[in-house]
């Protein structure tokens, strides 16, 4: 299969081709609808977009974390299903794993984000389990649902996914010994109360919590810690960092320490006028950005509105990035929502308790539906913060 349309300035509709079907792939397409003169596709491995937010869920067995892309997006969005293996540039194709090809005259490069788990940690990458991707978290939830009810689990990594993987674990398995091995803080991205009031409700669901513990190596049915002392695995859930797929960097498109795609502030390639970076893989001039569906779906529209006014040939708009907090689910029933400033900074007003796990089951089931709703009415999406300025001359040129 390939798709051929004119570059642009032709008379034929232009093409616009999104990688990645995320949080940030999703509403690009649906986005992109706004301008009902170009042709878009979408290309995604799977038929469904991933709840990222709800993986830890479908690990516990308490929820499902996919929704069927073919009701998620909009009509004039054709969807592909196939992987992505490479960016011609040259040619402005993308080369398909299934050996087929699609031509393009502007790509929205979306692949979004993946667990990484350390090579450097001896044993990490045979015995750790990620839950950063669907099929990494149905793997976990297979080996979960075969352990004796008081198996021992250890968690890695004190960030958000950590802390909510292992309050959902101790409370669906009461029996259990649930450690959450932080390496260093918990929660760093959130103010002293907030960690407190984090600290409290995964104490009352019987999470053990290290702070300091580093883990040195990782076994099949244990972990090893740098101090020297081991404790006892069943599974070891790993969610200590974040990467993201090498497909930038083996098209040979400049990317930053980790593989983003490095663009200006318009979200344009610094190499490729005719590539965009959204979500989590890209890498946009600035300060950096926490990888989250907060960031990646404003990142999203700001991209969508970049390619839109380059074919419309109109001003190109910087659209500011702002933040507004952490939503933590803790178990089924409580969380903590952390205040941030705009620029994700923690402040100290926080939410606990019942009231904060509303919270976040709300926010989490409005993301879904506002990418829904921009795929019924393009251009219906707000963020905080979303105030225009033009793009100077040096942000365009990159």
Aim: proline share 6%; aromatic share 4%.
């Amino acid at each position: 299969m390939s798709v051929h349309n004119a570059r642009p300035g032709s008379v034929r509709k232009p093409h616009v081709v999104v990688i990645g079907a995320g949080y940030a792939g999703a509403l690009a397409a649906n986005r992109l609808q706004q301008n009902r003169d170009i042709h878009i596709t979408i290309i995604n491995p799977r038929p469904v977009f991933v709840e990222r937010v709800r993986l830890h869920e479908l690990v516990a067995g308490t929820g499902n974390a996919t929704v069927e892309l073919a009701g998620l997006l909009g009509e004039r969005v054709r969807l592909v299903i196939d992987t992505a293996t490479r960016i011609n540039s040259t040619t402005r194709t993308v080369e398909l794993e299934s050996g087929s090809h699609v031509t393009y005259d502007y790509l929205i490069y979306a692949v979004g984000s993946t667990g990484a788990v350390p090579a450097s940690v001896p044993g990490a990458v045979e015995y750790a389990y990620p839950i950063s991707e669907l099929e990494h978290a149905e793997r976990l939830r297979a080996t979960i649902d075969v352990l004796p009810d008081n198996a021992p689990i250890c968690v890695v990594g004190g960030g958000l996914t950590g802390i909510e993987a292992a309050s959902e674990l101790a409370e669906q398995r009461p029996h259990a010994k649930v450690t959450l091995l932080c390496g260093g803080i918990l929660a760093p991205s959130v103010g002293e109360k907030a960690r407190a009031s984090v600290l409290r409700q995964l104490t009352k669901l019987g999470v053990i919590v290290e702070d300091e513990a580093v883990v040195a190596e990782v076994g099949p049915d244990r972990v090893r810690l740098s101090d020297g002392h081991s404790l006892p695995s069943a599974a070891t859930v790993w969610t200590a960092g974040f990467g993201v797929p090498d497909l930038a960097a083996r098209s040979g498109l400049t990317t930053d320490g980790i593989g983003r795609l490095v663009t200006d502030e318009t979200l344009t390639s610094v190499d490729d006028p005719w590539i965009f970076g959204a979500g989590d893989a890209s890498a946009p001039a600035g300060p950096q950005l926490r990888m989250s569906c907060q960031a990646a779906m404003p990142l999203a529209a700001r991209a969508t509105s970049t390619v839109l006014a380059r074919i419309a040939g109109d001003e190109v708009k910087v659209l500011h990035q702002s933040f507004v907090g952490s939503n933590i689910s803790i178990g089924r029933r409580h969380g903590t929502i952390a205040a941030a400033r705009q620029d994700d900074s923690p402040r100290s007003f926080y939410l606990g308790g019942r009231l904060a796990a509303f919270v976040k089951e709300m926010v989490c089931t409005t993301v879904v539906k506002q990418i829904a709703k921009e795929g019924r009415r393009p251009g219906s999406y707000r963020w905080p913060g979303a105030t225009k300025r033009p793009a100077s001359l040096d942000s365009v040129a990159g």
